[in-house]
């Protein structure tokens, strides 16, 4: 493409920017009105304003902070001039010189020096003053034929691309422009034409047009909500195909045939009574009879439990998995850590004592010997029941005949995992369970191919956390709430946030602060130290001790968020909690109130908190439901960050936004359901997704 040297073109690809698909596809993130600026003379006060002006000087402004710089720029138009200040650029002194065209875009603030924009959004457009620089419809308001260039940057609605590397917006906007100069004017679409009456969508290549380009005198509101027709034309297209491969999925899914369902009689009924050591609730109930309903059809579950921590998971699993072995069938449990198969692997030995089942432990640590052993009783039979980590994935492992595959934790999981572990059975029942509640409206996306069951209600008797929220400056009183718990016998965890990017620095902090408490603070307690750089077996050493009580307070980086048991500890301090995500301090707090004690969980936090850290600290002082929680995370946080990884399951999407768009995503499922339903589209729909589905989205979905 013009101007497209061999650097830009280096910029381009580090922005995942290869094609000219991908430059069509990567939209706006918001639009400018251009077409009427502002005259400066007119502005007023704290409504935000693009300005279109000349540079009358600009230059470092010197503070007596030494390391604090203001950037300083005069601008004027016809009408007047106007004060727009930066902090800490100081690159922007190569940026800007006097003379330019530029135009600004941000809030108006008046002080002391009259009206100023603080850190506006700038754009350069031409190294020399415009003609008409600063009247009311630049350019060519004189007459005088604005160039090409001004045509595209000023004087109509314009896109603003969000920066990447050296690639600003202005540069983005020429070379959309060029490439869509090269599109063909007809352009396939993969939306059938029923679907596109429907839905009353535009055209594609209208589409891709005009969402670069919107048409004067589009409404840039409607734009700014991403709901003008070629957004929601695009959106529903990308919806659309992703739908397309998931509900496919599930109809290949529902196709398949599992050599055996289970039968369940009297005697199965007893057999799973007998075990029980406590009263179900309601919703366990319920949960046992959807996954049980689903084993006695002839096509393999694939089933999602959620159920908030301490929900009671496990014995719902347990109950299919009894269900599955009274059939002659194998059970393989899955847990993400070694800690937490040998936890179920004690508790499920236990119930099942009287039993003729035969349960086994298999983790990385089993000893040679022993795995021989239990692999050829595996492949054998005689072995009922295997709970382990991802070694029961390792290729070796092989069943006699595996009719449930249990995973527990699926976030810690890969997909990919949860797939080899499927294949180790002939279509066997697959049963997911997640501790972190997937809000409402991401459901369809994440797990469109699945059946859920959810648990909301807890097992009786539990106390609520009492959960409270702590400026680090009272420290010492958190201490002491610390040692009166220790001191009637309880355990505590201090929890330390540990951030990928800098977990050196984190890890000193935690080593630091364990240090610190075991000889300053609490000198007469055993204190214990545990974060992710230990070794699985050094890590496995320090919570099994903190398990049996050999420690009074455990100083740990995030690694036991997940499912441990340790009843007798009843109080969590998360340090700078600030900085987690909330279904993550939810997790982490489900560590407490495990056991008959009351228990609590402090919150400190740096001041001053922003406004967001402040809910985000209060969603968690209020409520103890974890569902509620995770709506109200994602409404603070938005999709991406909610997850965080694309191993979480969600989709790569480009257009569309799963939370704004959450709508749009019902409707694409809907179009999807029917257009595979109808003979005349399917053929084509499956090969689509078939060649671009996973490139397009990546390893989507559960199991
Ligand atoms: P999670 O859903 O977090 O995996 P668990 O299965 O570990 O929860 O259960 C948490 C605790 O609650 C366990 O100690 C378990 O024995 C207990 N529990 C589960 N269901 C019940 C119930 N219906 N009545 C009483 N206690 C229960
Ligand atoms: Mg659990």
Redesign the pocket.
Known sequence: MKGVGPRRAADLRHAGLVTVEDLLYRFPVRYEDRSQFQTIASLKPNVPASVSGEVVSCGIRPTRRPRFKIFEMLVRDRTGSLRAIWFNQPFLKDVFRPHQHVILFGKLELNAFGLQMQSPQYEIISEEPDEGTGTPGTPGTDGTPGTESDALHVGRIVPIYEKTGTLTTKMQRTLVHQALQTLPSALPDPLPAPVRRRQQLIDRRLALEQVHFPPAGAPVDQLNAFRSPAQRRLIFEEFFLFQLGIVLRRRRADAERKPRAVVVTDATREAVRRVL?????GD?KTAIREIVTDMQRPQPMNRLLQ?D???????VALMAGLVAMENGLQVAFMAPTEILAEQHYFNIRRMLEQSRFRITLLTGNTPAKQRREILAELAGGSIHMVIGTHALVQEDVAFRELGLAIIDEQHRFGVLQRATLRAKGLHPDVLVMT?TPIPRTLALTTYGDLDVSIMREM???RHPIATTARPESRRDEVYAFVRREIEAGRQAYIIYPLVEESAKVDLKAATEMADHLSQEVFPDFRVALLHGRLKQDAKDRVMNAFVRGEFDILVSTTVIEV?V?VPNASVMVVEHSERFGLSQLHQLR?RVG?GAHKSYCILLYQSPLSEQGRERLKALTDTSDGFEIAERDLALRGPGDFFGTRQSGMPTLRAGDLLRDHAMMEDARREAVAALDDPEQAAALTTLVNTSWEQRFGLVGIG
């Open positions: 050591p406590f009263k179900l609730t366990q159920g921590v301490g929900s009671g998971k496990t014995i501790a097992p009786p008797g499912g048991d489900g495990r």
